[in-house]
């Protein structure tokens, strides 16, 4: 069983900065594309960024320029650097990755349990 659990969800005032984490434990063979979504309240889950096993980098035009999303493969961790974070940010942000646990399988989509950023004005 594969698990994400993520860490470093806090508040903060306008300006400020957070880093959240985000480790895959349990039974790895490999993850392809590890990813960062939000929700806020009354609204739906976006996407905010995703890096490759490649180390490639995809962001919401929302956050670009100012989120910083990569990944250590020997630890099976996403990092999510939040800078100049504005109110609008305010959201649980949940991890997602696609996991392979076997090299017969296919990769399965998991999911963290969220953790909240929340920034005040």
């Known amino acids: 069983q594969v698990q994400l659990v993520e860490s470093g969800g806090a508040l903060v005032q306008a300006g400020g900065s957070l880093r959240l984490s985000c480790a895959a434990t349990g039974s790895i063979f490999s993850i392809n594309y590890m990813a960062w979504h939000r929700q806020a309240p009354g609204k739906q889950r976006e996407l905010v960024a995703v890096?490759?096993?490649?180390?490639?980098?995809n962001y919401a035009d929302s956050v670009k320029g100012r989120f910083t999303i990569s990944r250590d493969n020997a630890k099976n961790t996403a990092y999510l650097l939040m800078n100049s974070l504005k109110p609008e940010d305010t959201a649980v942000y949940y991890c997602?990755?696609?996991?392979?646990?076997?090299?017969?399988?296919?990769?399965?989509?998991?999911w963290g349990q969220g953790t909240q950023v929340t920034v005040s004005s």
């Open positions: 890096v490759t096993s490649g180390g490639s980098t």
């Open positions: 997602n990755a696609a996991i392979k646990q076997d090299r017969s399988l296919s990769p399965i989509s998991s």
